[in-house]
């Protein structure tokens, strides 16, 4: 979220430049160079991981059994859309071996010290419904584009509608700024480089794992 939409063709890098979408998004970049600015006084290292599911995930797993139960996916037109995703024990992975043996940052270099993670797959909507549907015995998903508007104008009404139950909507508009920049994806080649990390759960183990804790937990 840190990083803008990559450019057509690769996945984003360390080294793009900063453009948040999101409010959620600046107040990561916000605390990165909070960070930065004492990383010459404690060594600092920051991991940017991308869609991040597993065992007890409330947000990113029960959409995905949503969309393959009735076996319609909702996509933002106009073009299609690819995502990186990363399994919450490759994360943990990640964060150990990067705080390790990672490299720390610089006070005045805005791309020291950064990492990004992620399974080294980049999956289209179509890709992780019909995956999450395989495992449970759902059939082929249908996906529909929905124009940008209509994306936006949900995420308004879902939040208000989260704040006359006094509650936090998993959906509002700033995820909905999200959902239509583009596709978020991000290469992990630079941790790979620094201390060899690799993904260790493919998405369908991961999946499985994901949604025998939602529907025995």
Not at 20 to 40: D, I, N, T
Not at 54 to 67: E, W
Not at 86 to 112: E, F, K, M, N
Not at 137 to 150: D, F, I, K, T, Y
């Amino acid at each position: 979220s840190v990083a803008p939409t990559p450019p057509p063709g690769r996945p984003r890098r360390e080294e793009d430049r900063a453009g948040p979408v999101s409010w959620y998004g600046a107040s990561k970049l916000a605390g990165e160079q909070a960070a930065r600015r004492f990383a010459g006084q404690v060594p600092t290292v920051m991991v940017r991981p991308p869609i991040v599911y597993g065992p007890l995930d409330v947000a990113f797993v029960p959409s995905l059994a949503a969309m393959a139960r009735t076996r319609v996916a909702v996509r933002p037109c106009p073009a299609a859309r690819v995502y990186s995703v990363l399994h919450v024990d490759d994360l943990c992975a990640g964060l150990i071996a990067a705080g390790l043996h990672g490299r720390t940052a610089g006070p005045g270099d805005s791309h020291s010290g950064v990492y990004q993670l992620s399974d080294g797959v980049e999956y289209t909507l179509a890709d992780l419904v019909r995956t999450a549907g395989a495992l449970l015995g759902c059939g082929r998903p249908l996906v529909l584009p929905v124009p940008s508007v209509v994306v936006r104008a949900a995420g308004m009404v879902s939040e208000a509608a989260g704040r006359l139950r006094g509650g936090v909507p998993v959906f509002n508009r700033d995820k909905a700024r999200e959902a239509v920049a583009g596709s978020w994806t991000a290469s992990a080649d630079r941790a790979y480089r620094d201390f060899g990390f690799r993904a260790r759960v493919g998405l369908e183990d991961g999946l499985r794992e994901a949604f025998k804790e939602m529907l025995h937990g």
